[in-house]
Nanobody, 124 residues
């Protein structure tokens, strides 16, 4: 059974930081590339960042580049999203997902397993 469980969301002031975690389990995702997406109310789900299974390749959306960093600890089956210099426009539900391809990608259709999401709210 595949499970992806996000944690670490919350309320933070603009300029602050949060670190999201995604713990995943299940043999079919244990060696997958992983990604983070976000969805704000009334908007489509948006790519944030992705990382290869080995962790040596990452891909980050221009909107968060230089502020957000994706990483993983394969021994712990956990993927992280460090978010710094947060802005009110970063407010969204953040989702962790497992890819069907081995390289980091922003193509939503190449992700087949999703977590339940964690809310991030940035106040101005």
């Amino acid at each position: 059974q595949v499970q992806l469980v996000e944690s670490g969301g919350g309320l933070v002031q603009a300029g602050g930081s949060l670190k999201l975690s995604c713990a995943f389990s299940g043999r079919t995702v244990s060696s997958r590339a992983m990604g983070w997406f976000r969805q704000a109310p009334g908007k489509e789900r948006e790519f944030v960042a992705a990382i290869s299974w080995s962790g040596d390749s990452t891909y980050t959306a221009d909107s968060v580049k230089g502020r957000f960093t994706i990483s993983r600890n394969s021994a712990k089956n956990t993927v992280y999203l460090q978010m710094n210099s947060l802005k009110p426009e970063d407010t969204a539900v953040y989702y962790c997902a497992a890819e069907t391809v081995p390289y980091p990608t922003d193509r939503l259709t190449l992700y087949d397993y999703w977590g339940q999401g964690t809310q991030v709210t940035v106040s101005s």
